[in-house]
Each structure stands twice: as C-alpha cells, then as structure tokens.
C-alpha cells in the first residue's frame, strides 16, 4: 500500500506548492501517495455543493456543482474521471440525478459517464461522444490538443497533472478521458426543473462551439462553466474558441440581473465582480 494523505482541505487552504507543483521534477509514480478522499466537498449556498479535484494540477482542476431541488439533483460537470464522483458523493444522491457537461474540455465531463442521465449541447457532442479532447496524465503522453491548450492559455507543460493517486494501484500512465454518450442534449431555452428549482440553459459559444450556461431568473443563479469565472483568464483562444461568439456570449451574460454566479473554476461571486470581469475583457480586447 502506498503512504496515505490527509483529506484535501479546501482551495484557499492548500497552496499549489502544497500540491506538488514546485519547479523541481516530480517524484515517479510510485512515490506518489493515495489520497483519502479524492474530491474535497463544500456547501456554498443552501441546497449547492462545490466539488473540486484538489490534487491535480491548477489548470484543470475544475469545479461541478451539485444541485438539489426537492424532485432531483443537477451534476453540472463532473471533473476529469479519475477518481468515482458518484461513490464519494454517496448519500447525497438520493434523487435522480441529471448530470451535464457545460462544455467539452475533458476536465468537465471525464466523470459523466458515471451517470445514466448525461446531457450536454449537441455542438460539443462530437469531442464528447469521441473523447478526441481526451487528457492524459503525464507529460511523454499528452496529446496535441492538451499541448495546444497549454500554450494558447500560456501554462507551462507540466510534468504530471497529479500530485496524489485517488486509489491504490492506479496506473497513471494508463489513464485516458473515457467518451460518454450523452442521453439528453441541450439547447437553447431548454428547462431543467427539479422540483423546486428550475433552470434555463443558455447556449453561450465561444470557449468552445457548445459551451451552455444554466439561469434561474427567480433565484439570479447564474452556473456559468468556463464562459464566466473570477481569478483566471477568460478563454477565447483555444482549439476550437471563437472569440467573436464568446463576445457575443459575454455581453447577453452582462444584461442577466445575476446574485450569484456559480463558475467552471475559481470562487462563487455575484453582480458586481461578474459586470466587472465582463468590462476587464472587453477592456483587454480594445
């Protein structure tokens, strides 16, 4: 058995050279220690929980949120895959869950496939449905589209995308983003109720062709994936981005009355900082 590591407190508690990613090379695979829980939980608003990867590397170490209304739960993303979601959600799965993808970067549905209810838009389909966006965890084995990403986001390529192991016997070298195959697809104006709750999906291009946000006009709950987050570039200039359509997407985002809005990455933040990362942009692109 591989050296245990304590349950991965919260992101603001863990710094990033807590997490291994210092500029000396990392240690082989089979120093790596097993971590007790792979994904660190929280509640962040009555009926919602953030649930992140703290163990992988800052770039793709992406938020889902947990949903619940009073008939059933929204998974909105669900990480890169490499530790089980749905066993370490557990009993807090008691409704029937309605999982989806925001987009397409495989930080965001790598664990969808964990869930027979897997909705995503059909514009995203195709590198879904293939994984042809897929990620591996070392550096001699990423691909060309994970490559690209680095570059255009301006990270260094990194030696690993993981600085602990979820299980015992986990074979990083192996690892490879699993297809899934989406059951409901999304579109435009399309309502996701679960009881008491509902959301309205927007299509919001531009950080990938099907990128969606979720709306609940009644609440201002804004769940935005990677169109709109604090702390971290907007991104218009990936494979597959469009700059003009995530403008576009940017500005109908600026006219919602939000209270609160739930990010791809980073913190939850409301009004007054989303109008402000929106004018940053705008701003940057002048």
């Given amino acids: ?17 807590d997490r291994g990613w210092s500029p000396v090379p990392l240690t082989p695979q089979r120093d790596l220690p097993v971590a007790r829980r792979w994904f660190d939980v929280s509640d962040v608003a009555d009926g919602v929980l953030r649930v992140t990867e703290p163990y992988v590397h800052p770039y793709v170490r992406a938020n889902a949120w947990l949903i619940r209304g009073t008939t059933g739960l929204l998974l909105v993303d669900a990480g890169l895959g490499i530790g089980s979601l749905r066993a370490e959600l557990g009993d807090r799965l008691d409704l029937p869950v309605i999982a989806i993808a925001t987009h397409s970067h495989f930080d965001h549905f ?4 964990e869930f027979p209810d897997r909705a995503a838009n059909r514009d995203d389909g195709d590198v879904i449905e293939q994984a042809s966006d897929y990620v591996t965890l070392t550096a001699d084995t990423y691909p060309q ?21 979820p299980r015992d016997g986990f074979d990083v070298a192996s690892f490879r983003t699993q297809a899934v195959a989406i059951t409901r697809w999304l579109a435009d104006g399309d309502v996701l109720d679960i009881g008491d709750r509902s959301f309205e999906v927007l299509q919001t291009p531009g950080h990938s062709p099907g990128s969606i946000c979720l709306w609940e006009a009644r609440s201002g709950t804004l769940v935005s994936g ?15 981005s469009s700059a003009a359509d995530f403008a576009a997407s940017l500005r109908r985002l600026a006219d919602l009355p939000v209270r609160a809005v ?10 007054d900082r989303a109008q402000a990362i929106i004018a940053d942009y705008f701003a940057s692109r002048a």
């Avoid at 058995?1 to 050279?17: K, S």
């Avoid at 990403?149 to 192991?165: C, T």
């Fill in 1 to 17: 058995m591989r050296p245990a590591v304590a349950d991965a407190p919260g992101r603001a508690e863990l710094t990033d050279h």
């Fill in 110 to 113: 790598g664990g969808l496939g």
């Fill in 145 to 165: 589209p994970l490559l690209d990403e680095f570059a255009a986001a301006g990270v260094a390529v990194p030696a690993m995308l993981i600085s602990a192991l």
């Fill in 226 to 240: 990677d169109v709109l987050v604090d702390g971290e570039p907007l991104l218009d200039e990936l494979p597959r």
């Fill in 262 to 271: 739930y990010g791809g990455h980073g913190p939850v933040f409301g009004h």
